[in-house]
């Protein structure tokens, strides 16, 4: 089945359509991150509208490029769709003379607005373009040919209805009543084969500019697009599907504002700064090399700890246990991809609070997370597994980095608790709550479990947690799955993400192949184009947000780190590689302007550089 949907998205600008050309969604439309700007755009050719109706064919390039071809009754036409920082630049082109008419519907909005009464707009008419303004925002809309006409309409509408006639359900429209302000529209004259090219914008633009988008549409795709093949090379291994990794590797850029230093939790409406779902993503920039976006993250998440925490979203209010805890695993991972000591300088300010929280927070040998704290954030929990997981692995990072031997000693204390919870062949989701829930992954993702205990919980979660879509949220057998749920009975791409890295760390390489091919095949392009779900029905059914970060993001990280088996220990001045049977890979790092090129084949190594074989692994002396 062809997925239905698509985004385009960069530094934060987006548009959110569905691949026929409809706009049926209170979420499509063109957005500057939570802020909308743009209802729809629509072209009529003569006197028939480009539409559902004549729609044939989608192609789906890059995050920045795309093109739908449309067969009218007179003849075909292309648009094409290319975006820019801060514009959407749209391209028309019939096969035959006809006249051109553009409407765009206008809606400024933020994300949780709807229906506003009595909302207008002031309307001014600029050189190639227009201008409608509400309260601080501006959209403009520039054509260098055409005439505007000017007629303008108020009136209601409810595009989501459109999605919810498609089966798309409530996950991603309610049908809820939008404005709908139309300032007139544009007419033009074309001939055959004639481009007419139009951009919507959020930015006041000169002549030249709006010129040089439109001139250079065609070379800054290109561009783009051999960024991400330069970029998918740098993970040279068969396991990996090269599609897979060049959507995930186009799907991180796309949710990611470098102008802003942001990262989005997926679109179209998780389009806020999540730090929880960045820190998740983080180590996948790492493995690309690309440590000073990560140290500008990092940076500014670090500003915003205070003595509750870290929020879940940049000026939020809700303070999880678990985010503070994946910055200080990420500040460690930084540390050892760079050597770089710096952020730890800016942390060392805040050591003694964070501990002084940490302490605060246990209770009896466990962090004591209570109500919604967790990623798991629809469900009341308490003591929950993978907080303990999380902190685990942050705190023994922080005792790397600071030398504080009451981290140390939490560390092993929450360790030790965690390790409690191990009933027969499972990980209790709880302390004193016996769920067999996919919580466990991350005490086996960050390398806590006892090593008597990990074969049968890798096994239990392969027997009663993976389905041929990915792993449940909750095991199908517990008294506790629900089909329709969110996270008691959904599948997560992001937990067979996890469990990929898991199986490959413990020697699953057949386990571990089958969770990809699970991903390329059943996750990606399943609702949006070159994009994975934010869940899935127990059935397969796409489900959730349907461009959601986390479930496809991590695939740098774990195919670097967990598949090809390397590991930077830059302070250490080394390049741990441990060894895979049956892999066939080539990876070149960067090391503070040496290259270092490495060559795996099954358990033997070459590189250009010292090379200590052990047993296990391989250590490369730098």
């Not at 989501?160 to 309610?174: E, P, S």
Request: hydrophobic share 35%; proline share 2%; glycine share 6%.
């Amino acid at each position: 089945m062809d997925p239905t949907l698509h985004v385009m998205s960069k530094n934060g600008m987006f548009l959110f359509r569905f691949n026929n050309g409809e706009f049926g969604s209170k979420w499509c439309g063109i957005w500057k991150a939570d802020q909308k700007y743009f209802d729809y755009f629509a072209f009529k050719i003569g006197e028939e509208f480009l539409s559902e109706a004549n729609f044939k064919k989608f192609s789906f390039y890059n995050s920045q490029f795309s093109t739908l071809l449309f067969e009218t009754t007179k003849g075909k036409v292309i648009e094409e769709v290319k975006c820019y920082d801060d514009s959407v630049l749209v391209s028309v082109t019939p096969d035959f003379d006809s006249t051109i008419t553009c409407e765009v519907g206008i809606n400024i909005r933020k994300r949780d607005d709807n229906y506003q009464k009595g909302k207008r707009y002031s309307l001014t008419e600029i050189k190639n373009g227009i201008k409608a303004e509400f309260n601080d925002k501006a959209a403009y809309v520039y054509f260098l040919n055409g005439k505007f006409n000017k007629a303008e309409y108020y009136g209601i509408h409810s595009p989501g209805l459109y999605a919810i006639k498609k089966g798309l359900t409530h996950y991603l429209d309610g049908g809820e009543v939008q404005n709908k302000y139309v300032p007139g529209n544009i007419t033009f004259d074309l001939k055959a084969d004639q481009t007419y090219d139009i951009l919507f914008s959020i930015r006041d633009m000169d002549f030249d500019s709006v010129y040089k988008l439109i001139k250079n549409k065609i070379k800054y795709a290109e561009e783009y697009g051999e960024i991400i093949k330069t970029e998918s090379k740098k993970f040279d291994i068969d396991i990996i599907d090269k599609e897979l990794l060049m959507d995930s590797i186009d799907a991180i850029y796309s949710y990611t504002n470098f102008n802003d230093d942001e990262f989005y939790a997926g679109f179209p409406y998780f389009n806020q700064f999540w730090l929880r779902d960045a820190l998740i993503i983080l180590p996948s920039f790492l493995a690309m090399g690309n440590f000073s976006f990560v140290k500008k993250i990092l940076s500014k998440v670090t500003q915003e700890i205070n003595e509750k925490g870290l929020p879940n979203i940049i000026n939020g209010s809700l303070y999880p246990k678990d985010v503070l805890g994946l910055l200080l695993i990420d500040l460690y991972e930084y540390f050892k991809y760079t050597g770089d000591t710096s952020l730890i300088d800016l942390v060392s300010k805040k050591k003694e609070s964070i501990i002084k929280l940490c302490s605060e927070w246990m209770d009896n040998g466990f962090v004591h997370d209570k109500g919604r704290e967790t990623w798991m954030d629809s469900m009341d929990r308490e003591f929950s597994v993978e907080i303990q997981a999380i902190w685990v692995k942050a705190l023994y990072g922080f005792y790397k980095m600071f030398k504080d031997s009451s981290a140390k000693q939490m560390s092993d204390t929450l360790k030790k608790s965690i390790n409690e919870l191990f009933k027969e062949d499972h990980l209790m989701d709880q302390k004193d709550k016996d769920i067999n829930s996919a919580n466990q992954i991350f005490a086996l993702y960050f390398d806590i479990v006892d090593a008597d205990k990990k074969e049968k919980i890798i096994k239990n979660i392969e027997n009663n947690l993976l389905s041929e879509y990915g792993i449940l949220s909750v095991s199908k057998n517990d008294k506790t799955f629900d089909f329709n749920g969110y996270q008691n009975g959904a599948v997560w791409p992001l937990l067979t993400e996890l469990f990929t890295a898991v199986a490959f760390e413990n020697g699953k390489y057949e386990l571990g192949k089958k969770l990809i091919s699970i991903l390329k095949d059943q996750n990606d392009n399943a609702q949006c184009s070159s994009r994975i779900n934010e869940i899935f029905q127990a059935d397969g059914s796409p489900k959730g947000c349907p461009s959601q970060a986390w479930s496809i993001g991590l695939i740098p990280f774990i195919t670097e780190r967990d598949i090809m088996g390397i590991e930077l220990n830059i302070p250490e001045s080394e390049i741990i590689i441990r060894k895979r049977e049956g892999i066939v890979a080539k990876k070149d790092i960067n090391i503070e302007g040496k290259r270092i090129n490495i060559e795996i084949k099954g358990e033997k190594v070459k590189a250009n550089s010292g090379i200590l074989e052990l047993s296990d692994k391989f250590i490369l002396e730098l």
